[in-house]
């Protein structure tokens, strides 16, 4: 006689129940014993918040996966408040964040597999030249900060969702952006950046502040007020945040409330990258979903308000001298690309991880290293042509398998790939690690999704169908 998977299941539970019992009461009475002999508590607390942690992980990877996800939109402003009032010792908080999602991720992988594909290929190839690059010179912690998206990436490639998890991600998703936007206006319309500037202040290596203030970074120039951050590091940061949620919004919701929202945040923060990638990417999904109605009612809805909204935030100034092109920003811009472009020809190998870039300034204590606006010129002044090139072989190769499934997951996949293609070619934002986790998650969620879906086809018959709406 043999036993049924249900109850096999229930002797499965009840042995993991009673496991996990026994445990916790050998915990405790060791905790005694140990208090009795004199011997402090404090170093096992954090050693059992981990074990409680890594039990969660394991028991419920899909939670603790979404849990990860929504927690890095507060990740930068927590781990800074965290340095400020607590120890030091919190400042690894930010390399534990990738530990516990390579963890999360080699526990899917072990559930649910992993069919490589070609944008794996490029991703692996890229990585795998920056690593024989980095054995010629470079630093091992900027290679790992330039390729955090892979990590992210990672992660939604060996997740499986349902469609009613996959809804549910996304429509939260768009709410904590939107009550995030809603939030950062508090700091922009009446606290101003007075807390702000003594946070960062604090913070040694942020470089982010001038004499206790802010610098232009969270400015602008034919702008008097502070562009809004919310809870992340930076106004170009919260800007493709607000993209993201933008494009997910409108894949996934009908509430314009939600959209509302995140617009006055994206507006507010005066990101230009953002803006245009969010200009490329929804008309885009406009057409490919069939929706031009709806995107020239909110469209011309938007229009109107944000034309109403430049007086009311002193705009402007900052649009007049950004259309004519004579502000520094975009002066600055261009000059960057031209010197990327002449530093990558001079050094087609590339100049090692670290010298060039964010690390080339911040982590060498050198305010005058070699730093340039655009993430591909970054990748290939800093390992080469050849890996410059594989990662744009990853964009592209991920855009064209998300284009051609045509289901929500894609077309938001679509959305974010080419508003934060844009994005790139006017900041390196490729080293935000929580950004990271907004972007590159779902784009690999999408591949994941379209691998399933060839794979089924062949023997099923039928073609996917398209989401209708």
């Given at each position: 006689m043999s036993a049924t998977p249900q109850s096999v299941a229930k002797e499965e539970n009840s042995f993991a129940s009673a496991f996990g019992i026994s445990s916790l009461v050998f915990i405790l009475v060791l905790a005694v014993f140990l208090h009795v002999l004199g011997v402090s508590l404090a170093i096992f607390v954090p050693l059992l918040g981990a074990a409680v942690l890594l039990w969660i992980v394991v028991q419920h990877p899909i939670g603790a996966l979404g849990g990860f996800l929504a927690f890095m939109s507060v990740f930068p402003m927590a781990v800074i408040l965290g340095e400020y009032f607590g120890p030091p010792t919190i400042a690894w908080a930010s390399a534990c964040s990738r530990v516990v999602l390579v963890v999360l991720i080699c526990i899917l992988w072990s559930r649910n597999g992993l069919n490589l594909t070609t944008p794996d290929w490029f991703a692996l190839a890229c990585v795998a030249l920056a690593l024989v690059r980095l054995v010629f010179g470079g630093t091992l912690i900027s290679l790992l900060g330039d390729f955090n998206c892979m990590i992210a990436y990672a992660a939604g490639r060996v997740t499986?969702?349902?469609?009613?998890?996959?809804?549910?991600?996304?429509?939260?998703?768009?709410?904590?952006?939107?009550?995030?936007?809603?939030?950062?206006m508090t700091e922009v319309f009446i606290f101003g950046e007075g807390p702000r500037a003594m946070l960062y202040s604090s913070v040694s290596d942020l470089m982010t502040t001038e004499g206790g203030a802010l610098n232009a970074v969270f400015h602008a120039q034919g702008f008097a007020g502070l562009r809004e951050s919310a809870t992340m590091l930076g106004p170009l940061t919260f800007g493709s945040l607000c993209m993201i949620g933008l494009i997910l919004?409108?894949?996934?919701?009908?509430?314009?409330?939600?959209?509302?929202?995140?617009?006055?945040?994206?507006?507010c923060s005066l990101t230009r990258s953002?803006?245009?990638?969010?200009?490329?990417?929804v008309p885009l999904l406009a057409v490919l979903m069939k929706q031009r109605r709806r995107f020239f009612l909110y469209a011309g809805l938007g229009l109107a308000l944000f034309i109403v909204s430049i007086p009311v935030l002193g705009l402007g100034d900052y649009l007049s001298m950004a259309k004519s092109g004579q502000d520094y920003s975009t002066q600055g811009h261009r000059e960057s690309i031209f010197d990327g472009m002449e530093y990558v020809l001079d050094h087609p190998f590339g100049s090692g991880a670290g010298s060039v870039g964010f690390y080339a300034s911040a982590m060498q204590n050198n305010s005058y290293g070699v730093f340039f606006e655009n993430t591909y010129l970054t990748l290939a002044a800093e390992y080469g042509i050849a890996t410059g090139l594989c990662f744009l072989g990853f964009l592209v190769s991920a855009l064209w398998m998300a284009w051609q499934k045509r289901t929500q997951l894609g077309y938001s996949a679509v959305g974010i790939l080419v508003g934060f293609g844009a994005v790139m070619m006017f900041a390196p934002l490729h080293l935000d690690f929580p950004l990271a986790t907004w972007i590159w998650f779902p784009v690999g969620l999408a591949v994941r999704s379209s691998v399933a879906l060839q794979d089924r086809e062949p023997g099923s018959g039928t073609a996917a169908l398209p989401v209708t709406y």
């Open positions: 499986v969702l349902n469609a009613n998890l996959e809804r549910r991600w996304a429509t939260r998703a768009v709410w904590i952006v939107a009550v995030l936007s809603v939030l950062g919004w409108w894949v996934y919701c009908r509430n314009p409330l939600p959209g509302a929202m995140i617009a006055a945040g994206l507006t953002a803006w245009l990638g969010t200009t490329l990417a």
